[in-house]
């Protein structure tokens, strides 16, 4: 505890110059005790400050912007990020990615989904992503009842998507592929990671949620390296993390912005939707398709029918998940507009924005607010 003293002088009354008292001079009270005290505080409070703002501004100048554009799982996929050693992150990122594809991939030979399709029934060791996106399938499976469903491998194929000779196929082959479509043909353990198909003709194909699900485990890679800022583009699954930094920096972030495309003329956006965080993806029937005697097939493919989707021309779907919204806007697009509505409305986190092929706009009751439309 600081002892308060003073310097002590004597000064006569004025009115009684014989008398003497004593008395402290002003600024050796204003020197001593707290008042001392708290001087010392406010040094170091701001010494504290300008050493803070220095470690700040090095690491914002630290900080990198970088960018990878790579063709993989059928698609042009981009990568951005900013933060400190973007650059290597995002290098690592992509062989974190080219690993999940070729697990996931159907046409990839030696994948976990190639194994299992031609395992003729036998149980087949698996890792964990796999059980992982298919958990997410049969969640959006029993949630549309059956309207997103993986095991249509087989049909796919007879439709010639995924290979090279695109065919409509007969009513008889149709018949006979659709025998082995059903999500109950499909057993597997997430404790022992094992699949195995019940159904000799059940082929699966996880292109419908393996893609999002890659997407999202992009980002997550990106943000456990310390990178704040992210996003992954893979041809239309998009998942966002932090928006997009300001310049300058100290800003802090903006929303992200990502455009939906034209269905009729790919070359213009539509509408621009506005997210920090999470995925915005757009799902359509003008990505791959083939025309045969003036008709139009499109690779989404209705599960109950096996005849590609018509009705809608693109739908796009906003959630916290990428792997999510690719399976619901895939549902989605097989519901039609009204059943797709009413499944959007009625999932808790989603919101769409759903395009008729005639260019009708319908969107949920929370899409607006994230959507500005351009047309």
Not at 94 to 113: F, K, N, Q
Not at 194 to 208: C, E, I, N, Q, S
Not at 307 to 314: D, I, N, W
Not at 347 to 369: C, H, R
């Amino acid at each position: 505890m600081h002892k308060l003293w003073a310097v002590r002088r004597k000064v006569p009354h004025e009115n009684h110059p014989w008398l003497v008292y004593c008395r402290a001079p002003r600024s050796a009270v204003f020197l001593g005790g707290s008042q001392l005290k708290l001087k010392q505080l406010l040094l170091a409070f701001i010494l504290l400050v300008i050493v803070s703002g220095v470690w700040v501004l090095q690491g914002y100048l630290s900080m990198e912007s970088a960018r990878r554009d790579v063709l993989m799982m059928d698609t042009f996929v981009s990568v951005m990020a900013d933060g400190r050693e973007a650059e290597r992150v995002l290098d690592e990122t992509v062989v974190e990615m080219r690993r999940l594809e070729a697990l996931l991939s159907a046409h990839i030979e030696g994948s976990d989904v190639y194994r299992i399709n031609n395992a003729l029934g036998a149980q087949v060791s698996v890792s964990a992503e796999t059980i992982e996106v298919l958990e997410v399938a049969e969640e959006v499976f029993r949630r549309t009842n059956g309207a997103f469903d993986v095991t249509i491998g087989a049909v796919l194929r007879l439709w010639g998507f995924g290979t090279e000779a695109r065919q409509v196929p007969t009513a008889e082959e149709l018949l006979s592929a659709m025998n082995g479509v059903g999500f109950t043909n499909v057993e597997f353990s997430r404790e022992e990671k094992w699949v195995r198909l019940k159904h000799p003709a059940t082929r699966l194909d996880l292109g419908g949620v393996a893609k999002g699900y890659i997407v999202d485990r992009a980002t997550e890679f990106i943000y456990s390296r310390g990178i704040r800022h992210a996003v992954v583009d893979a041809g239309g699954d998009v998942r966002i993390t932090g928006g997009r930094p300001n310049s300058p920096r100290w800003l802090g972030a903006r929303k992200a912005r990502v455009g939906v495309q034209d269905p009729v003329n790919r070359e213009r956006l539509v509408a621009v939707v506005s997210v920090m965080d999470g995925a915005v993806l757009t799902s359509g029937d003008y990505e791959r398709y083939f025309v045969e005697d003036g008709i139009r097939y499109t690779h989404i493919i209705d599960p109950r029918t096996g005849s590609p989707v018509r009705g809608l021309s693109s739908v796009t779907i906003v959630t916290s998940k990428a792997a999510v919204a690719d399976a619901i806007a895939t549902a989605v697009m097989v519901l039609g507009k009204e059943a797709g509505l009413a499944l959007i409305e009625d999932w808790e986190g989603v919101e769409a924005l759903l395009i008729t092929a005639e260019q009708e706009f319908i969107m949920s009751s929370g899409m607006a607010a994230l959507t500005e439309v351009l047309r």
